[in-house]
Nanobody, 116 residues
Framework: QVQLVESGGGLGQAGGSLRLSCAASGSIFRSDPMGWYRQILGKQRELVALITGVGATNYADSVKGRFTISRDNSKNTVYLQMNSLKAEDTAVYYC??????????WGQGTQVTVSS
């Protein structure tokens, strides 16, 4: 079992930046793809950024060019750098191992609120 702890959320200004962190405890293989997801109030959780074990990345169209996912395997930590924030980025953000679908139980997430 893996525990996932997200942090770094808060109140951001439109056009501003936030950096999220996800610390994983337990057995995470360095080859595991890791994803950042978000759940906007009233909507389903969606995958917004993905990074493979070798560092290849993929992004949802809604965040492409603004968000950057990265990982530090030595720390079992995944990051999400969020730039040029928009009000529609307001959501609870989660991370998880992504093997075609989220693998582990969800952490508590971290709330991001963007004011316009």
């Amino acid at each position: 079992q893996v525990q996932l702890v997200e942090s770094g959320g808060g109140l951001g200004q439109a056009g501003g930046s936030l950096r999220l962190s996800c610390a994983a405890s337990g057995s995470i293989f360095r080859s595991d793809p890791m994803g950042w997801y978000r759940q906007i109030l009233g909507k389903q959780r969606e995958l917004v950024a993905l990074i493979t074990g070798v560092g290849a990345t993929n992004y949802a169209d809604s965040v492409k060019g603004r968000f950057t996912i990265s990982r530090d395997n030595s720390k079992n930590t995944v990051y999400l750098q969020m730039n040029s924030l928009k009000a529609e980025d307001t959501a609870v953000y989660y991370c998880n191992v992504h093997r075609g679908a989220p693998l582990w139980s969800w952490g508590q997430g971290t709330q991001v609120t963007v004011s316009s």
